[in-house]
């Protein structure tokens, strides 16, 4: 649905509107921080040094928080209600924003994001399920139409706020802008208390789950980060990577025995959501790496500003919104296997095509031409694969594999970041810059072929409508991967 179709729909009640504006600003804000940041981390880099481990931390710490917490944030929504929720997830994302603003190091930085990470696992799942409550039938899908396409657009204009932060003032400024809007919905926000859905007191929260999950992601992280500085034969680096996978078990182990799990593993037997999953990981994997790397690349190496790196990096964004609902609506008709196959390996060409990038940089004959490609495959397999993973769970489990599938995507844009030290080398170069786009051409073909061997046609109503409305994820989906 595009913007101009959008506008037109507004919520026919003052609370619907008032619900729709709070979780609209909510998400913006989570999904607008995600790009500005990548933007910044060459001038983050500058000025508090730390080198490459620094970025990926600052990367990473943020996402790290956010995989682990997002399943358990629906579970918090339904025992404490939902705006009381996403006014604990705004506050303390304008709270953290701040300190990362302040920080006067890298490791207060690092420290900051992470918290930051724990509030934006708060504001949009709880977003989308106020939406969700306060509209029914066919103006909640328009509801969620509007919301997507609005969010969307932080893609678009991230560049130009965080790269002229960053070019003109401080790359502080694109953490103190968050309070802003922040404040600007507070007052709104706190008016949808007296109405907010009635609590359910008797769901259990997988607090336990979500611990395990974070020792679990964390470790390994933490390892493949450090080391590039400390070597493999450091306890620094074995402890946390034997006791994250020790974690990463036992969590599996709870997740299949605890009566109300954060993860429903039986949800991964149903085919086409569990391939699907597969799916994303390699295929968000590869979104992360390869743009973590060119966005860097075209700064610290390239020469280029942090404005005109955030525009030159949008062409594949633009097209994704242009076309992601017409092939959505093939998806619906046609099923989704094939785009499914050939979006990720023409994302695969145009990273391929980034292979003729020389010194010095021409961005009209070495990156735009991969970009237009990566956008057109982006297009064409980000609506089929919503389209495939929702359409395959009973419809009353939609929002809990929606949630699954957007911890996937995070989850595989954190472990593609800490790799990235040993890909790249300590020190950005146009070599490491060749072996990252083979490893993200390498990630996309494996999504392409991980959807020909597993994903089976569905063509139906349930198929055509998460496609429609699926191209993308709640939190900006490939746009947002783009940070």
């Keep these: 649905m595009h913007m101009t179709d959008q506008a037109s729909l507004a919520p026919s009640t003052p609370l619907q509107r008032r619900v729709l504006v709070v979780a609209i600003v909510a998400s913006f804000i989570a999904i607008l ?8 981390l060459p001038a983050i880099g500058r000025e508090l040094g730390g080198g490459l481990v620094i970025q990926q931390w600052v990367f990473d710490a ?12 629906g579970s918090l929504s339904d025992h404490f209600g939902r705006a009381r929720i996403l006014e604990w997830g705004l506050a303390g994302f304008a709270l953290t924003s701040v300190m990362c603003g302040l920080a006067w190091n890298g490791e207060v930085l690092v420290v ?3 918290l930051q990470g724990i509030a934006g696992a708060l504001l949009v799942p709880s977003s989308l399920a106020m939406i969700v409550t306060s509209f029914s039938g066919p103006a909640q899908s328009k509801a969620i139409g509007q919301w997507s396409g609005w969010t ?79 070597g493999w034969g450091s306890p620094q680096v074995w402890f946390p990577l034997v006791a994250g996978a020790v974690a990463l078990a036992f969590f599996l182990v709870h997740e299949n025995r605890t009566p109300e799990p954060m993860l429903p593993l039986r949800l991964f037997a149903i085919r086409n959501f569990g391939w699907g999953n597969l799916s994303t990981l390699a295929i968000y994997g590869a979104i992360s790496l390869g743009f973590f ?48 196959t050939a979006g990720p390996l023409l994302c695969a060409i145009g990273f391929l095509m980034s292979l003729s990038i020389q010194e010095p940089l021409n961005y009209w004959t070495q990156v735009l031409p991969g970009q237009v490609v990566f956008g057109v495959g982006l297009a064409t397999l980000v609506a089929p694969l919503t389209a495939a993973i929702l359409g395959a769970v009973p419809p009353d489990e939609a929002g809990i594999g929606s949630a699954v599938n957007n911890a996937v995507a995070r989850i595989a844009g954190l472990i593609c970041i800490a790799f990235a030290g040993l890909i790249v080398g300590p020190v950005f170069t146009r070599e490491g810059l060749y072996n990252a786009l083979l490893v993200t051409a390498a990630l996309f073909a494996l999504g392409a072929v991980t959807s020909a061997v597993g994903i089976r046609n569905q063509v139906g109503e349930a198929a055509g409508t998460a496609g429609e409305r699926g191209g993308l994820h709640d939190d900006g989906g490939p746009a947002g991967q783009h940070a």
């Design 33 to 40: 921080d995600g790009f500005v940041v990548n933007l910044a």
């Design 62 to 73: 943020y996402l790290l928080t956010l995989g682990a917490l997002i399943l358990v944030a």
């Design 112 to 114: 900051s994001r992470a």
């Design 152 to 230: 969307s657009a932080a893609a678009i204009v991230a560049p130009l706020i965080g790269g002229v932060s960053v070019d003109l003032l401080s790359w502080r400024v694109i953490f103190f802008i968050n309070v802003i809007p922040a404040a600007a919905i507070w007052p709104m926000l706190a008016k949808l208390r007296s109405s907010d859905a009635a609590r359910d007191k008797s769901k259990r929260i997988d607090y336990a789950g979500a611990v395990l999950a974070m020792i679990g992601l964390g470790g390994p992280v933490f390892a493949f980060i450090e080391q590039g500085r400390v």
């Design 293 to 340: 790397a060119l966005g860097i690349y075209l700064q610290q190496v390239g020469g280029l500003g942090a404005t005109v790196a955030g525009i030159a990096l949008l062409p594949g964004t633009v097209i994704l919104m242009l076309c992601a609902s017409y092939f959505g609506g093939l998806a619906g008709k046609y099923g989704p296997r094939w785009f499914m």
